[in-house]
């Protein structure tokens, strides 16, 4: 019972041009949606949050947008760069609790 | 200066042999998780302690137990090992109980497991 689903194994993205990833979800009492970065050998890094009662969020180069009604989201990093490159690992928290569902990841490349 | 630190961080093993995992966070967070990474890349929530108590417990089978003996430690205990238990387990923390907006999981690197 896969709740999140990133459909996408791999990306691959000119180096400038904009990266967009895709993730899907089925759990309606997810409260929070997560974006995760990881690097070969090094644990997760959070990258950034997008609240259930929110469409879209900005931090930098990066935006998470929420389609609530498809139970879709979708992270945008613009302009891509080569330091980008990292597997992305979408997740939900089930509300009121600290417990995290995770998608399976998709690779980002960056291609100079 | 490691946030979350995790030990070994490679471990081959036989099947059949006990091993434990052990995880340290220098944070000062009250919540530390364990996850399980498997072959198909999903990461999942296996245990989760919030000022030493368990808050979280999936369907894990009993042959893994945490441990928490403080605020900054949670071990991982695995008896009689498996083959499916072949996997990088990350540990975890963060502060908070969950209620209100998101507090950040900080990840350790992670422990591949390897059982022969």
């Known amino acids: 019972d896969q709740q999140v689903k990133q459909n996408s194994p791999s990306l691959s993205v000119q180096e400038g041009r904009i990266s967009i990833l895709n993730c899907d979800y089925t759990?309606?009492?997810?409260?929070?949606f997560l974006w995760y970065k990881k690097y070969p050998a090094e644990g997760p890094t959070f990258l950034i949050s997008?609240?259930?009662?929110?469409d879209k969020n900005e931090d930098g180069r990066f935006t998470v947008f929420l389609n609530k009604s498809a139970k879709h989201l979708s992270l945008h990093i613009v302009p891509s760069q080569p330091g980008d490159s990292a597997v992305y690992f979408c997740?939900?928290?089930?509300?009121?609790?600290?417990?995290?569902?995770f998608g399976q990841g998709t690779r980002l490349t960056i291609n100079p | 200066d490691t946030a979350v630190s995790q030990t070994p961080k490679y471990l081959v093993t036989q099947m059949g042999n006990d091993k434990s995992i052990k995880c340290e966070q220098n944070l000062g967070h009250d919540t530390m998780y364990w996850y399980k990474q498997d072959s198909k890349k999903f990461l999942k929530i296996m245990f989760s302690y919030n000022n030493k108590e368990l808050i979280i417990n999936e369907t894990v089978p009993n042959r893994f137990s945490p441990k928490s003996p403080d605020k900054a430690h949670l071990n991982l205990h695995i008896n009689s090992l498996e083959l499916g238990d072949s996997a990088v387990y990350f540990c975890?923390?963060?502060?908070?109980?969950?209620?209100?907006?998101?507090?950040?999981?900080?990840f350790g690197p992670g422990t591949r497991l390897t059982v022969l």
């Open positions: 997740a939900g928290r089930i509300q009121g609790a600290q417990k995290l569902v």
């Open positions: 759990n309606s009492m997810f409260d929070y």
């Open positions: 997008i609240s259930s009662i929110k």
């Open positions: 975890a923390s963060s502060q908070g109980s969950g209620r209100g907006s998101y507090n950040e999981q900080f």
